[in-house]
C-alpha cells in the first residue's frame, strides 16, 4: 500500500529526510518512532503530497506522490501535529465542508459524519461551536475528519495526544478496529506502549534515516537480548538443583525463583514446566521478564555508529 524508495526532503542545506525505503502492506500497521525533528512528520507530508521529494519516489495506494498528488490525497486520512480546526463552525459543519472537499454525497456526508461523532461521543457536543472544545475533543474531531471518505490509509500524527485515558483507549481500539484487508495505517508517536500495543512493525527514525525496523519481538531479540523467563516455586523450594533440558541455561536467582533462555521458547518452555512439575517443584508461576519497547528504542537511537537495524 506505501512504497518508498530512497525517500529524501532537504531545505536548503538541511536534510530532513535522508533516503528512506519502506514498504507498508495491506492491513498493516505501521508505528514511526524518534525523537523530535527526526523526520518523521517531513516523511508524512511527503506521503500525502503535501512535500515534493528532494530525492526518491513514493506511491501510496500505487499512485505516485508527485506524478499522481490528487489521486493520493483521495486515497489517504490524516491527522496532522496542528489539526486546521475552524473555532467558529460547528462540528456537524465543520465535518458537512469536509465530506464536500472529498466529494462525498450529502447523504453520505450526513451519515458518516454522524457515525463517527457517535464513535468518539461527541454526539451531545454536536452543536457546539469548536472554539469551545477541550483539547482532547478536537482531538477526536480532527481523528473523525481524517476517517470521514473511509480512507485506504490513514497517516496519524500522535493520535492520542492530549486526551485522558478513557479517550485515549477509544482512540486506540477504534485504530485497531479500522484494521483490514484493505487499510493501512502509519501512526507517528512517542507512545511507546501504544506503538508495541498497536503496531504490526515499528520503524525507528533518526536524523532523517531509519535506524531500525521489524516487528517489536524480533527488533527485542536483536537489541536486547534473548527473553528470559523466571520460574517462582513456593516455600523455597528454589533451593534445590532441577534437571532441565540441556538446551535451556538456568540460573538461581533466591530460593524462591529460577531463571533461564531457551533457544525455542514455545518448544522448550512446556518442557522445563513439565520437568520441573515431575520433580515435585511446587510451581506458582513461569513468566517472561519485561522487555520494554524503551530498551529497543534507546538502543537504536543512541546506537554510535548507524548502522541500519533491520529485523
Avoid at 236 to 265: C, Y
Avoid at 296 to 310: M, N
Wanted: net charge neutral; hydrophobic share 40%; with cysteine.
Amino acid at each position: 500500500m506505501i512504497i518508498t524508495e530512497d525517500l529524501s526532503k532537504s531545505f536548503d542545506t538541511f536534510v530532513a529526510v535522508d533516503g528512506i525505503s519502506l514498504t507498508v502492506g495491506k492491513g498493516e500497521v505501521l508505528a514511526l518512532l524518534g525523537p523530535n525533528g527526526a523526520g518523521k512528520t517531513t516523511t508524512v507530508r511527503m506521503l500525502t503530497s503535501i512535500l515534493k521529494p528532494t530525492r526518491g519516489r513514493a506511491t501510496v495506494a500505487g499512485f505516485d506522490v508527485v506524478k499522481q498528488a490528487s489521486q493520493v490525497r483521495s486515497m489517504v486520512g490524516v491527522l496532522t501535529e496542528h489539526h486546521g480546526l475552524y473555532n467558529r463552525m460547528r462540528a456537524t459543519e465543520y465535518l458537512d465542508f469536509f465530506g464536500q472537499i472529498y466529494g462525498l454525497d450529502s447523504r453520505r456526508r450526513m451519515e458518516s459524519a454522524e457515525r463517527l461523532l457517535t464513535l468518539f461521543d461527541l454526539m451531545d457536543a454536536k452543536e457546539r461551536r469548536i472554539g469551545e472544545y477541550s483539547k482532547g475533543m478536537r482531538q477526536k474531531l480532527a481523528l473523525a475528519r481524517a476517517m470521514l471518505h473511509d480512507p485506504q490509509v490513514l497517516l496519524l500524527d500522535e493520535p492520542t495526544s492530549a486526551m485522558d485515558p478513557a479517550s485515549a483507549r477509544l482512540v486506540r481500539d477504534s485504530i485497531r478496529n479500522l484494521r483490514s484487508s484493505e487499510r493501512t495505517v502509519v501512526i507517528c508517536t512517542h507512545n511507546l506502549a501504544e506503538a508495541e500495543e498497536l503496531a504490526d512493525r515499528i520503524a525507528i527514525i533518526r536524523q532523517g534515516r531509519i535506524v531500525a525496523r521489524g516487528s517489536v519481538p524480533a527488533l527485542k531479540e536483536r537489541l536486547v537480548g534473548p527473553a528470559v523467563y523466571v520460574a517462582e516455586f513456593y516455600n523455597g523450594q528454589g533451593e534445590k538443583s532441577p534437571d532441565l533440558p540441556g538446551e535451556v541455561a538456568w540460573e538461581r536467582m533466591d530460593r524462591n525463583h529460577i531463571r533461564f533462555t531457551s533457544p525455542d521458547p514455545a518448544t522448550f518452555n512446556p518442557l522445563v514446566l513439565e520437568r520441573l512439575l515431575a520433580q515435585g517443584f511446587p510451581v506458582v508461576s513461569l513468566e517472561e521478564l519485561p522487555r520494554s519497547l524503551e530498551e529497543v528504542y534507546l538502543q537504536a537511537v543512541l546506537a554510535a555508529d548507524g548502522e541500519s537495524l533491520d529485523a
